[in-house]
């Protein structure tokens, strides 16, 4: 049974409802949250909580959505919904298209139970079609096998008469005597090749003859009877192999570096004016110059004329879009559903005067692109550490990745940035499998002047959280950083040890550090990680990942495609991003840079 059917523009105003049971929870709010803002409208459905299923419909050209929601037990009996969708949303135009207005609501239930009638019955007579008997499956079959027979009959006998007729003169003599027919056909019309004799050397090569190589000069002759002995090679930078020897311990080498090179002291600016080079919109192209060309004049004056854009229009200026997001490090499967999404968006809407199909689809992209990497919900650490230090509890952020992607140095930045902004804090040393994990945050700590809570090696990393927590708490330290160990997505065990701290000690903010380097293996991180803390968690209420840092960021240079790949996986938004190896090169995400850069050079 159909539970609910709603009609609103894409501004949010319902302007039609019907509604058949009473609903749990706000399926058409998750479905507008998850799916409408976050560019997945190119999905097939939408469940919502195991108990509906939401199937829905876009009319463009007025901004309006149609939206069906039905129990999900019933997903294969309700064939029709897709028809139901389509018809309303037709009778719905037909009627109110040219005067729809927000803050009003339309009468259209007669119009609605009369298409809900025509659509059951039509599904149902599909249905109650019998199937043909075993004599009716028989006499098809005879007809068919009929059919195939006269086709041959009449396929053999046009062969028939194509075929020449034969010649009288079968062979010709010769001096020599009998020559074959074929042979006679080829000599009259063709020239016959001559056979040379088989050779072991390739066609086409050139026989070369062999030089003998000459000694080298400054080799010395051997003694009669004696071997030649081998001589070492000399390396041109022979002379300065003993400043790669590091084994020899000098007053030189153990010195410390100084703090210029290291950033100690040096501001955390998280301005988005400032982040790296990487995001510089320097140089842009212009759009008329990669926009594809058109031959033709047919095709050049279809550009001009004003009319629907059709799913036929988008494709090949999609496809190319597509492929120029790959290039720029997005995973396929995300630049597949982002693509299919915006088509979605644009499939029936009207393209004004003298508007190209390309400059509608590459607004549509940019402005898909803002709406995913802008954050929906606002993580201000300084604001909430200050809250939780008036509540006189410290303000808990864990760090999670996998192995090798910069944790503990990224945790080193968020703790000099949290410093410079007056507030106390403790690196919690959770990382009690690597070998020098707790040595590597003790040099952080030193050269920030923080305290390191550990327990040495082999402890359970959720049981040293939670002594860490009690301690700063009794300290009143504002701030406790969790570093974790480095854990491969597919690693069960130690996702479930990642899953059991976050349940036990319930941080405020769990963080994923990804690389930016990463193009499809992101997909891969995020989405076992974030459902690895869902199922294994043992807090009461599933808790995922809250934000990502991304890091190595300035290596990457215009390939920035990363950081679509992971907001898109799981909703979260970018916290920080790393730009360097010094404790200042941390920034906020510059949203318009990454899209101009994402759409730079098509």
């Known amino acids: 049974m159909l539970e609910h059917f709603v009609i609103f523009t894409k501004s949010g105003f319902v302007l039609w409802q019907n509604t058949s049971a009473v609903l749990i929870g706000n399926p058409v709010n998750e479905l507008i949250k998850t799916v409408l803002l976050e560019e997945r409208a190119g999905l097939d459905s939408f469940s919502y909580e195991g108990k509906y299923t939401l199937k829905w419909t876009q009319a463009n050209d007025c901004n309006l959505v149609f939206v069906a929601v039905y129990q999900k037990i019933l997903h294969a009996s309700l064939s029709y919904i897709d028809d139901l969708?389509?018809?309303?949303?037709?009778?719905?135009?037909s009627i109110y298209g040219s005067d729809i207005k927000p803050f009003q609501n339309y009468s259209f239930d007669k119009q609605f139970e009369a298409l809900l009638k025509e659509v059951q019955s039509r599904c149902q007579k599909s249905k109650d079609k019998k199937p043909s008997t075993y004599e009716e499956r028989e006499e098809n079959k005879k007809l068919k096998n009929a059919g195939k027979g006269k086709e041959t009959a009449k396929n053999?006998?046009?062969d028939k008469l194509e075929q020449p007729e034969p010649t009288s003169e079968v062979t010709e003599t010769?001096?020599?005597?009998?020559?074959?027919?074929?042979?006679?056909?080829?000599?009259?019309?063709?020239?016959?090749?001559?056979?040379?004799?088989?050779s072991n050397v390739p066609a086409g090569t050139k026989h070369v003859k062999k030089v003998r190589r000459t000694k080298k000069e400054d080799t010395p002759e051997p003694a009669p009877g004696t071997r030649r002995t081998k001589v070492a090679r000399k390396w041109d930078c022979e002379e300065d192999v003993g400043t790669l020897d590091f084994s020899v311990k000098s007053s030189e080498t153990d010195q410390v570096l100084p703090n210029a090179d290291l950033g100690i002291g040096e501001k955390v600016i998280l301005d988005p004016s400032s982040e790296s080079s990487s995001s510089?919109?320097?140089?842009?192209?212009?759009?008329?110059?990669?926009?594809?060309?058109?031959?033709?004049?047919?095709?050049?004056?279809?550009?001009?004329?004003?009319?629907?854009?059709?799913?036929?229009?988008?494709?090949?200026?999609?496809l190319q879009i597509s492929n120029h997001l790959i290039t720029k490090n997005v995973a396929a499967e995300?630049?597949?559903?982002?693509?299919?999404?915006?088509?979605?968006?644009?499939?029936?809407?009207?393209l004004g005067t003298f508007e190209r199909v390309y400059t509608a689809v590459r607004e549509a992209m940019?402005?898909?692109?803002?709406?995913?990497?802008?954050?929906?919900?606002?993580?201000?650490v300084l604001r909430e550490a200050r809250a939780a230090r008036?509540?006189?509890?410290?303000?808990?952020?864990?760090?999670?990745?996998?192995?090798?992607?910069g944790k503990s140095t990224s945790l080193a930045k968020v703790c000099s940035w949290l410093?410079?902004?007056e507030l106390s804090v403790m690196i919690a040393a959770c990382d009690t499998f690597r070998a020098g994990a707790v040595e590597q945050l003790q040099v952080h700590a030193k050269n920030l002047g923080v305290n390191v809570f550990h327990r040495g090696y082999g402890k359970d990393p959720a049981g040293v959280a939670a002594e860490g927590i009690n301690k700063a708490r009794k300290e009143k330290t504002d701030v406790v950083l969790i570093d974790t160990a480095g854990r491969m997505q597919d690693n069960e065990l130690l996702m479930r040890a990642l899953a059991k701290l976050v349940g036990v000690n319930e941080p405020d903010l769990v963080l994923f550090v990804g690389e930016a380097l990463v193009g499809n293996e992101a997909v891969d991180q995020l989405t076992k990680f974030n459902r690895s803390l869902e199922e294994y968690g043992t807090g009461s209420i599933p808790r995922g990942i809250d934000g990502i840092v991304l890091t190595k960021f300035d290596t990457v240079d215009e390939k920035v495609g990363a950081a679509i790949s992971m907001v898109y996986t799981t909703g979260q938004p970018i916290v920080f991003v790393g730009v360097g190896q010094k404790y200042s090169d941390l920034r906020q995400l510059n949203v318009q840079r990454i899209v101009s850069v994402l759409l730079k050079g098509h």
């Open 174 to 198: 010769t001096a020599q005597g009998v020559v074959p027919p074929t042979l006679s056909v080829l000599s009259s019309g063709f020239k016959i090749p001559k056979f040379r004799p088989v």
């Open 419 to 421: 410093l410079q902004n």
């Open 334 to 350: 995300i630049s597949e559903k982002l693509c299919a999404s915006v088509t979605q968006n644009l499939i029936g809407k009207h």
């Open 85 to 93: 969708l389509d018809e309303t949303k037709k009778a719905f135009i």
């Open 280 to 318: 510089s919109d320097e140089d842009e192209p212009q759009q008329a110059a990669s926009t594809p060309q058109k031959s033709g004049l047919l095709k050049y004056f279809s550009n001009f004329i004003n009319r629907e854009l059709t799913e036929k229009d988008l494709e090949p200026v999609m």
């Open 390 to 405: 008036e509540k006189n509890r410290p303000y808990v952020i864990v760090f999670a990745g996998v192995n090798g992607v």
């Open 156 to 158: 053999k006998a046009k």
């Open 366 to 380: 940019e402005t898909a692109l803002v709406r995913i990497l802008t954050p929906k919900r606002q993580i201000d």
